[in-house]
């Protein structure tokens, strides 16, 4: 019987809770829980190690118990938007807060203003339209406190946020920082930053953040024998909830699909629905090692994704021996990158313990 559309589908819906993700998870809900105020959550990790996907499925944990109708702690759902690209122009807050406007459902609260100014937390949204002018960022920014005192959600979360530092001068970086400093002591809603590392980087423009900062890295499985080992076991377990039979050993090449996934999970979900579809489209009753392989990213791609993670931990990347002009493919001249992760303000990551055991029933 040839792949069908039922698993490729299942393949679409799986979320696996392996280790780094559980550990990701707790750090969140922790930090929803004992908040204090004027704290920040800002998690890092490179694309497609499973950012995105952890905080929709804790948006989905945190569903029963947001109540409309004011019996639960929460009065809506986590809030969730995603920063836009600035495209060589200063970051566009304009646009940041309508998204977070339109997550929230305010239909029409762009074209109002708060009748109180910024720093009165009153529970009285915007009422009043503005006639005949564009709404200021600064305006709209007051909307968005607004409503977020009024709805009291679990957290408001920026993904990609590493676009807000994204300005070529550390003037506009620190800036924009305390723009998002100021809206954390006005609302008494928590604030999670989602991002790439070049996300922590820009932390250290602002020194009033980063001491504000929880900093949790969601990192990839290292390619060592306990990571390559719980990466497998990964692999295993997708296709077998997908019931997606395969007719390659998947023990041999343990090591391979470590490095076509660079470690991350999403990446590695990505690839196995990719494979799928073209087994699909062949008509084959399983998945072979030659689909697998086709359906990989290149090896330019791969290189360099494995060096921007070994730019932030190089000792443990480089037994992919990425020799230096790989380890600065995406740093360009700017050296300060290759220094030491440590920097002064900035608390000490989160890391995932190296033995854990995967455990997803």
């Not at 928590?190 to 900093?215: F, H, K």
Request: aromatic share 6%; net charge neutral; hydrophobic share 40%.
């Amino acid at each position: 019987m040839a792949v069908s559309q039922t698993q490729l589908n299942a393949l679409g819906r799986i979320v696996v809770e392996h280790p780094v993700f559980r550990e990701t998870e707790a750090a969140l809900l922790e930090h929803l829980e004992l908040a204090e105020k004027d704290s920040i959550l800002v998690i890092v990790g490179p694309s497609g190690v499973g950012k995105t996907t952890l905080i929709e499925y804790v948006r989905q944990v945190m569903e029963p118990f947001c109540d409309r109708d004011g019996g639960s702690r929460y009065l809506s759902p986590l809030v969730v938007a995603s920063a836009p690209v600035a495209k060589g122009t200063p970051f566009g807050w304009k646009i940041m807060y309508r998204e977070l406007l339109e997550a929230m459902g305010e239909i029409g609260a762009t074209d109002k203003v708060s009748l109180r100014p910024r720093a009165d937390q009153s529970m009285c949204r915007a009422t009043r339209p503005i006639a005949n002018r564009a709404v200021s960022a600064d305006e709209l920014g007051g909307v968005v406190e607004s409503a977020l005192n009024d709805r009291r959600p679990p957290a408001v979360v920026i993904d990609e946020c590493q676009h807000i530092g994204a300005s070529p001068t550390g003037r506009v970086k620190a800036s924009n920082l305390d723009v998002i400093k100021q809206h954390r002591a006005n609302v008494d809603v928590p604030i999670i930053l989602v991002g790439t590392y070049e996300a922590e980087d820009m932390l250290r423009y602002s020194g009033q953040i980063s001491r504000r900062v929880e900093l949790v890295r969601f990192t990839p499985y290292y390619p060592d024998k306990a990571g390559v080992k719980v990466f497998r076991d990964i692999f295993a377990h997708i296709v077998d909830k997908a019931e997606l039979p395969v007719t390659f050993n998947i023990d041999r090449h343990a090591w391979e699909l470590h490095w076509g996934a660079c470690g991350c999970v999403g990446i590695l979900s990505s690839w196995l629905y990719r494979a799928a579809y073209r087994a699909y489209k062949a008509g084959s009753a399983t998945l072979t090692l030659e689909q697998l392989w086709s359906a990989r990213r290149n090896e330019d791609d791969l290189r360099a994704m494995a060096a921007e993670i070994a730019l932030h931990d190089a000792e443990r990347w480089g037994v992919y021996g990425l020799s230096k002009k790989d380890q600065s493919a995406r740093s360009g001249s700017d050296q300060c990158r290759q220094k030491p992760r440590s920097r002064p303000g900035i608390p000490h990551a989160r890391r995932h313990a190296k033995d854990t055991s995967p455990n997803w029933e």
